[in-house]
Every structure is written in C-alpha cells, then in structure tokens.
C-alpha cells in the first residue's frame, strides 16, 4: 500500500491507529478513579506527544541514518515558532500559511547552518552546531529584541497583539489559531459512563501531519537516498571511492530533519500562539537527542516511541508528591512505608529530571538500541521460551548439545 | 595506448622526498604491477593517483584527462575503481546494500536527491546487484550485515563492489596483504578471471611476489621513491640491479 | 588606554574559568580520547565543594544568655558555630570567614575521589565506543550530577564570601601611573587570576618534568606507540583523569566568591568551554589557555557600553561568533595539531 511493503504498512497502519484513537488509549481510567492521575488524555498533552514525536522523527533521519550528533537542533524549532507567530500576526489566526512558512523559514535556517557546520565532521560538527544553536538562543533572546529591530520580543516572547495588521483576518473568523474557521481548542468531551474523552481540533491536526510525515520518513527509510545516508554512517571513505559525494547527502539530511524541527515549531505555535526564546536553548536541543537514542536511534518507531515516553512521564512524574506515595504504600508497616517514600522521593516530582538522567545513562551504556531493542529482546526471549516449551516432547529424542 | 600517464610526478613530506620524477605508463588493457620495498613511495604514489593526495610537481592523465585537485568521488566517476590493503565496505550495510550503492552511483552519479523511490522498485539496478553478488559467488550471503563477513569474503565483496561500476581502471593496494595461504590464492585466481573476462586494466602494488609474478604483464620497481626499471617479468626476475634492491633483500 | 586595560583585567576571571575547565577537558581528550560533556559539572560540584564547606563550618549550637532578653523578654538565644566553640571566638570566626580558600584543601580529595569513581566506573567503559556515545553518557551523567546537587543545595545560588581581607577593591590605576579611580579592581579577581595561573603552572610543571607528564604528552602526541611501549596506560589515565577532575573542581571552587554557584552553572560554562578548546585547538594544552583567556578578555570587550549600544546583546555571541570564524578558517584551532580528529 502507498508503495510500502507489508512490514512497513502494517507498522504505518498501526501508528495511525493509536494516534487516532489516543482519546481512548491515554484515558483508561475512569474520571475521579484513583488511577486518573495516569491518564494522559490532556488535548495539551497529546498535541506536546506528536509534536515531539515529528521533532524526533526529524532529528532520527539525521543522527539515526548519517551518524551526525546535532547538539542544535532546538534552534530550528525555535525558528518555526517565531515565524508561525509572524504569520499570525501579520496575515491572519490561520495556522496553514504560518505552519508552511515555519517549515520553509526552518529549512532556510538549517540549509545556512548545515553548509557551515557539515565542512567538519565528528565532535567538532556537535560543538559548532551547539555554538550556533547557543547563538541563535541569544540572538533571539536579546540580540533581535530591540526597539529599532524587533523580531523576537526578547524575554516576553512573541506574541500577537490588537494592533497587529493581521490583514487576511476575516471579521468572522476566530480571534486564536484556526483551520479555515474550525479553532484549534475546539474540544468535544464525550462522557462514557464514568470515562470522559476529549477531542481536540489541534491534536487531530498534529496528529494528520505526524502521519503524513511519518510516512515520508519511511520512505526516506527505504529510498536509495535513505541508503546512501547509511553509507555515510558506515564509511565515508569507501563512499567517495565509489564515485559518491558525503556532502550534500548530509546536508539533504540535516535540511531535511531541519524542516521537521520547524514544522514542529509551527505546529506548537498553533496550538498556543506564543514563541519564546527558551525553546531554542541547547538543553532543549539535548531533549530531542534524549527522545531519539531512548525510542532507539535507527528504527522508524523509535523516535516517536522515545518522545511520547518521555513526555508521558515527565507529566505524571511531576504530579507523583509524597502524598501520592504514602497512598501507594500504606499496605506497609509504618516505618518501612516512610523509608519507602524517603529513597524514592528525590525521583519524583521535580526529580523527573533525575531520573531521566539516570534512565537515559542506563540505555545507553547497556541498551545503545533504546526502547525498540529493549522490546525486541523481550520478545526475543519470550519466543524462545515459548518455542523451548512446544519442543520440549521431540527433544527428548534428540542429544544434548 | 596508455590509460594512466604519470609524468614527473614529485611529492616532499617535510624534509622527505616521497616521490622523485615519476614516470610511468599504465598500457590499456595490461595488468601492471608496482613493487618497491617498504618506504619505496608505493602508497604515496597510489594516493596521488585517487585524489588523495595532491604531488608537488608533475601531471597525471587517464584517458588524457588530469585527475589533479580532483576529489575521489570525481576520479571514480571517471572510471576508477580503488580496492584498499583492509577491505573498505559499508560493514553495517548489507551485502546487497553493499553491491546496490556502487551500482547507483554509476547510475545516478556523485549525488541524487531520490529520497521518494523505492530500493526494490529499481529493477536494473537490483537486477545488476544479483548478478555481480552470482558472480562473485555471494548469492547466498546477500542478507549478511558485510561486516560479519570473513576477511576473503570482504576482499570479494570490495573487488566485487569495484568491478559493479565497470571501471576502466583498476587501482588494488595490497590486495592479498595478512591474508592466509588460500584466501590469497583465491584472490589470484578471481583477478585472474577478472583478466580474463573483461575489457579491463589493472594496477596493482603488492609486497607478495608470488602474487606479482602469477598476474602481472609489466612490472614497475620503485626504489627510495623513483622508478628503478620497468619491464616484463620474466626481464624483471633476471635484473641484477632488482635483486640488489628488492628481491636480493628479501631472499637473503 | 585605562579604559583598555581595565577591559583586560574584566576578561581576566572568567578567561581564568575558561582556562581552566578547557584545560581539564584537553587533558582528558588528549590523554584518553573521551569527549566529557560532564566537565562543567565537575566544576559545579567544586564550586559546591566551598558551600558544603562553609555550612560545615556554621554547624552551631544554641544556648540561652540569661544575661540578655530578647524584645519578648525571653533569655536571649544564640547561635555559637561548633568552630567558635573549639577554638576559642576568634580562630573560630577566622576559620569561618576564609572557608573558601579553606575549601581547596577540602576539595582536592573530593574531586580526586570524584574523578576516580567517574572514570573506573562509567568513563572506562567507553575508550572503545564512538565519540558520539561518548559525548551521550557524559551528559547523561551531568544531568544527573547537576540534578542531585538542586537536590540537596536548591536552584537558587548561594553566597559563597571571600575572607573579609580579600574582599573589596584596590586601586590598581595609581600603582601603574593613571589617575586614581581609573582602575579599581575586586581584589578577589586578582586572586581568582593569581591561582589560576598558579594551577596552570603547577599542571604544566607536572607534564614537564615528571617521568609521568612526559609519558602522558607522549600518550597525547602517539597513543598507539605508548601503549606498545608496554606501559601501563591504564592506570594513568585514571590518574589524568582525576587530576583533570581536581582542576576544574578547584576552578569552581575559587569561583563561588565572583558569582554565587547555583546547580546549573557547570552546564553553563560547559558549552563555553568547549568552545574555548574547538577555538584553541583539539588536544592542544597552551592552546585551551591561550583560548580561554582571549575569548574572556574578547567577552569582556563586547560588555563595553559602546559594543552592546552599537550591537545590542554582542557580549553574549561573541564568543559563539569567534568559534565560527576560528574554525571555519582555521579548522585546527589556533594551536591545534595535524591529525587530531580530523577524520
């Protein structure tokens, strides 16, 4: 289907699937239940999961296929942000011009930044995409927020204002981010019962892109495009002797992963019309390299996977307080109970950041394949053991290795 | 007619003089082997043929074109194909990704954007991968990440990636160096077929002389950087002033 | 021309910072080939080291003066620090108030123990692997790092005083001849400087003339040949890697007293650094100091009134700007050698 083989559809299918019924999937506990704390069926949370997801997405087709650690990414982000909030500000609330302007701008930007940094290779290629993402952080945060040339707003962020020109803005249209008259908040709730699921005009819109984009990534995947950047990973030597030139395949690639960065931004700009500076600065950039190794860098799935759990639990983790563990753990005699809720206390809360320090220092000294490899194995071993019992009565015939 | 013309070619490392006015005339169609004890300049010169170094002085021709400041992938369009000492393949690749890449860069040239196509749906090309990997009896192996491969089958593989692209010339460094007893006779008789069947030319440097003497049609001896003799074989075997600096050395 | 010199003197304490941290990095890049994204927070947890310190030193117990009444008429209640009580009021006091210096002597076993434990327990484990991986778990680590220490000291920066006698300024313009006021400078800045170039003397002294720097440039210089000479590389590199740790926490140490040391502040001086050592050359030592104090000295020009009016906000990429350039132009660096990760 779509010029996919059979893996590679079923696995598309399965994406859409889950991301189009994820009102259902993220709310399985009933509203007011104990466990309601575990949904995740938030409009604003489901948005922030794809949206990350096509960040990750993006960056995966650069780190993942060519091997080339961008430290800079969150620049292109930032970049998509600032210039969806342009387009609001003066055309109108519609998010399709801005949303095509933030790729366009963000591929602008990565194909500058890319020509620069893709002349050196290896750690001085993470440090100079640092430097310039560290750049643009400042450019936007201060450099291009003054009263002779503001482009940024500095540390108030951009945002629109009354007497914005917004010259395509109809009377009747929305006064926030739209579709074609259809607002991006527009929820419907629809109560089941005890459960409650909410539909959101933003995150089927993020949702629809994601697919879309997804899809490209695989065939990217399975191109000989796609190959030739895995020939880059492998051996750059070898690929000039054979008549093939590394360079522009990488910077097609970091243009590439450039635009989703950029498509994100715009995408998080037209949920909420705002672009601050914050979302350039490299520790957001280290968030998408956090979401790609712990998905499983390589894989199609992974990056998506990665980014979803991150931002899965970063929300529950930062409602867990000590309260909620003394609850978990009142079955335990009184002392042990308090021990417990003691050592597991710095995790939680605004621990998060701890623990995914240390969850992401364990992938990757001991799972270097994330998420994916982690399932994989899983199912690895449940395979043989299931296969250990079905042969358990004919090997009795055969000798012992 | 000679392919490949090296016309005093001179290249310095510092205070070394690598190279010192090399000549040297590569026939079409011959198998042409370059031998020098170590230090001799054989890699040096090699490196000044592909792009990666640039000599000092001097010109060098294929096909009466000059591949200086050319960059390798540039030379290799021309019609160059490189095996190195260690087997340089795309080791996390597999072995038909390995054959499909040469065959879409003779195709598509140094770089095409065909990031919306699909690998399978490129019939000749997949096709022409079939055929070479049958050829280079590795049919069997094509699903094999190239880097679990033994050290004979990455030569055939490298050899095989190489030939894919139809080169007029064929540059092999070493080809048969740490290699054990059969895998070097194997590499001999594959070059030898290779010889055999195609409308090809082969340069090859080597430290093995039962390598050089079962393939080579002329023979180049390179000494402290600059050509000692050139002649055929049997002339090179009999040369007094060839055993005084090469073969002398390694017989005594 | 004061105003020019006072510049330079400006750049002098984070140029020393840079310097220092960039040295520690080019060490351990040079001697093991790791990338340590955690250095900045090896520098933190020195600075750190200094806090831990004084709130040591102002452990107290309380006792009632019955001889006063607080404004409730209650016996006075009075704080005296453990110190005080040992050593008589006014050591006591002293030793309080110079707990920074004090802190060196606290910190050099500290980060020599943080060293160890980092490169026995994670850092050996990646020689091997890619740079990129290594690049991932350092900073993995320093999250982590960064992460506990907000957890026991809070994300607000904390005082760290000089000693009373080192704070304060000097009029540094009337001892060279300018008119006075023209150049008053922190008199812990001087200090900051003074240890600074002490430390950097003290690890090149070391490189210099001991049997062991000269196996380590060796190391730097030929890693392969070193190691076929049969010398135990690997304890070594431990050893190269808790001093380099040693540096950077000393740096942070003596840092507290310019700017209070918050929980972020290695990551901060991390991605500068870093800089600092691509501008002055991979694996080249003169080269990160020389850096270091350039970039710091350049930073502190475009602070001026002037740059930041005519570009507004230059002070903050300048350094950024200068990297670009630098290796751009000069992909080496400006004292970087031939065939350092050049491939």
């Known amino acids: 289907m779509l010029g996919l083989n059979k893996k590679d559809t079923s696995l598309l299918i399965i994406v859409a699937l889950l991301t189009l019924l994820a009102p259902f999937i993220l709310n399985p506990f009933p509203e007011g239940s104990a466990m309601a704390q575990f949904n995740a069926g938030y409009p604003d949370l489901m948005q922030r999961f794809v949206i990350f997801g096509i960040f990750a997405i993006g960056f995966n087709i650069l780190f993942g296929l060519t091997g080339y650690l961008s430290f800079g990414h969150a620049a292109f982000l930032g970049v998509g942000s600032y210039s969806a909030v342009w387009m609001f500000k003066l055309l109108s609330y519609n998010v399709i011009p801005a949303i095509a302007l933030s790729v366009v701008v963000a591929g602008l930007f990565s194909l500058l930044i890319g020509f620069v940094s893709l002349r050196r290779s290896g750690i001085y290629f993470s440090i100079l995409t640092l430097a310039f993402a560290q750049m643009s952080f400042a450019l936007a945060y201060s450099v291009l927020s003054n009263p002779k040339f503001n482009l940024t707003n500095g540390e108030t962020g951009l945002q629109v204002y009354a007497d914005d020109p917004q010259i395509l803005q109809g009377a009747n249209s929305p006064d926030l981010p739209h579709l074609f008259g259809l607002p991006m908040r527009a929820t419907y709730t629809m109560d089941v019962g005890a459960w409650s699921f909410d539909f959101n005009a933003g995150y089927y819109l993020c949702a629809v892109i994601m697919m879309v984009v997804f899809y490209l990534a695989i065939r990217i995947f399975r191109s000989p495009f796609g190959m030739m950047l895995r020939a880059v990973k492998s051996n750059q030597q070898r690929m000039n002797y054979t008549g093939l030139n590394s360079k522009p395949y990488t910077l097609a690639a970091f243009v590439i992963s450039g635009m989703y960065a950029g498509l994100a931004g715009g995408l998080m700009a037209a949920m909420d019309p705002l672009a601050g500076a914050e979302r350039m600065q490299w520790t957001a950039s280290g968030e998408v390299v956090l979401m790609t190794i712990l998905g499983g860098t390589g894989t199609l799935i992974g990056p998506v996977l990665g980014a979803g759990f991150i931002k899965y639990f970063e929300n529950i983790f930062s409602k867990i307080n000590d309260n909620v563990l003394h609850s978990w753990f009142a079955f335990l005699p009184d002392g042990l109970e308090d021990a417990v809720v003691f050592l597991i206390h710095p995790f939680i809360g605004k621990g998060w950041h701890l623990t995914l320090g240390i969850l992401f220092m364990l992938v990757v000294i001991y799972l270097p394949g994330g998420l994916v490899e982690g399932g994989q194995r899983l199912l690895k071993r449940f395979k043989r053991k299931k296969k250990d019992t079905d042969d358990a009565p004919s090997g009795k015939t055969e000798p012992a290795e | ?252 | 021309m004061d105003a020019i010199l006072l510049q330079i003197l400006n750049g002098l304490d984070k140029g020393s910072a840079y310097a220092l941290i960039a040295l520690g990095l080019t060490l351990i890049f040079g001697t093991l080939g790791v990338v340590n994204f955690a250095h900045g927070a090896l520098f933190m947890i020195g600075a750190f080291c200094a806090v831990t310190l004084q709130k040591l030193l102002n452990l107290s117990f309380e006792t009632l003066d019955e001889t006063q009444k607080d404004f409730l008429g209650n016996p006075l209640k009075v704080e005296t620090p453990y110190v005080e009580y040992w050593f008589g009021p006014e050591v006591g006091a002293t030793i309080i108030d110079w707990s920074v210096p004090l802190a060196i002597l606290f910190a050099i076993p500290v980060m020599l123990l943080v060293g160890y434990v980092m490169e026995r327990g994670l850092i050996k484990h990646f020689y091997k692997r890619p740079h990129a991986d290594q690049i991932l778990v350092t900073f993995g680590l320093a999250i982590v790092l960064q992460e506990i220490v907000k957890y026991f000291f809070g994300a607000n920066p904390i005082q760290t005083p000089p000693p009373d006698a080192l704070s304060g300024s000097v009029d540094l313009g009337i001892m060279v001849g300018f008119d006075p006021n023209a150049i008053i400078y922190p008199i812990w800045r001087l200090v900051y400087f003074g240890f600074a170039v002490g430390i950097i003397g003290a690890v090149f002294s070391f490189l210099q003339f001991t049997t062991f720097g000269m196996v380590v440039r060796a190391g730097m210089a030929d890693r392969e040949t070193v190691g076929l000479l049969g010398i135990n590389i690997d304890r070594r590199f431990t050893i190269m890697f808790g001093i380099a740790a040693a540096v950077a926490g000393l740096a942070g140490v003596m840092y507290g007293p310019l700017n209070p040391p918050n929980y972020h502040m290695g990551m901060d001086f991390l991605v500068l650094s870093f800089v600092v050592v691509v501008v002055g050359g991979m694996g080249s030592l003169p080269g990160a100091v020389l850096a270091g104090f350039l970039l710091g000295i350049l930073e502190s020009f475009a602070s001026t009134t002037w740059a930041t009016t005519t570009i507004p906000g230059i002070n903050q990429i300048i350094i950024y700007l200068v990297a670009i350039i630098v290796l751009l132009t000069r992909p080496r660096g400006l004292m970087g050698r031939k065939g350092v990760m050049e491939e």
Do not use: W
Not at chain 2, 29 to 55: D, E, F, R, W, Y
Not at chain 2, 163 to 174: C, F, K, T, Y
């Open chain 2, 1 to 252: 007619m000679a392919i490949l013309r090296v016309k005093d070619v001179s290249k310095r490392f510092g205070g070394l003089k690598a190279l010192t006015d090399v000549n040297l005339n590569v026939e079409e169609n011959s198998v042409h082997a370059i031998i020098g004890p170590n230090g001799a300049g054989k890699s040096t010169l090699l490196n000044c043929l592909v792009g990666k170094l640039m000599p000092d002085t001097g010109s060098v021709l294929f096909n009466n074109n000059s591949v200086l400041g050319l960059e390798p992938f540039q030379i290799n369009q021309m019609g160059i194909s490189r095996v190195f000492q260690t087997p340089e393949i795309f080791g996390e690749l597999t072995v038909m990704e390995n054959m499909l890449i040469p065959i879409f860069a003779m195709r598509d040239g140094a770089f095409r954007m065909h990031a919306y196509e699909t690998i399978a749906n490129e019939r000749e090309v997949v096709e022409q991968a079939e055929a070479m990997l049958e050829e280079m009896n590795m049919a069997d192996k094509r699903e094999m990440n190239a880097a679990s491969l033994s050290r004979g089958d990455k030569r055939r593989l490298e050899i095989g990636m190489c030939l894919s692209q139809n080169p007029r010339l064929l540059l092999l460094d070493e080809p048969t160096a740490g290699m054990a007893r059969a895998d070097t006779n194997n590499t001999i008789d594959l070059l030898k077929q290779i010889k055999d069947e195609r409308d090809i030319t082969i340069a090859i440097i080597e430290h093995d002389m039962h390598v050089v003497f079962s393939l080579a049609e002329r023979i180049t001896v390179l000494a402290q950087g600059t050509p000692l003799v050139e002649d055929t074989p049997e002339n090179i075997r009999g040369n007094p002033k060839v055993r005084e600096a090469y073969l002398g050395e390694t017989a005594a």
